[in-house]
Nanobody
């Protein structure tokens, strides 16, 4: 059974940093393209960053230069390093394949940026 478990979210002030983690199980992690997604209150879920199994990286314009996606295939874990956080980054963050698979959504991790 495929499972993604996100962690690392927190309440932070604008300008601070966080690192999110996504631990995967039930599959050979290195064989799949992955993505970080987020859903803010009242908005649709959106793709924040993607990382292919071949190492190709893409970012949403809103996070370019501030977020870094990377993975450790030995630990079956993907990360999202976020710096210079803004209030508009407030959302529940999820990991999934890219493109996302409906059945694989986890609980996500809450990131709140507020002073």
């Amino acid at each position: 059974q495929v499972q993604f478990v996100e962690s690392g979210g927190s309440l932070v002030q604008p300008g601070e940093s966080l690192r999110l983690s996504c631990v995967t199980s039930g599959r050979i992690f290195s064989l799949y393209d992955m993505g970080w997604y987020r859903q803010a209150p009242g908005k649709q879920r959106e793709l924040v960053a993607s990382l292919s199994r071949g190492g190709i990286i893409m970012y949403a314009d809103s996070v370019k230069g501030r977020f870094t996606i990377f993975r450790d295939n030995v630990l079956n874990t993907m990360y999202l390093r976020m710096i210079s956080l803004k209030p508009e980054d407030t959302a529940v963050y999820y990991c999934n394949e890219h493109p996302a698979i409906m059945d694989y959504w986890g609980q996500g991790t809450q990131v709140t940026v507020s002073s």
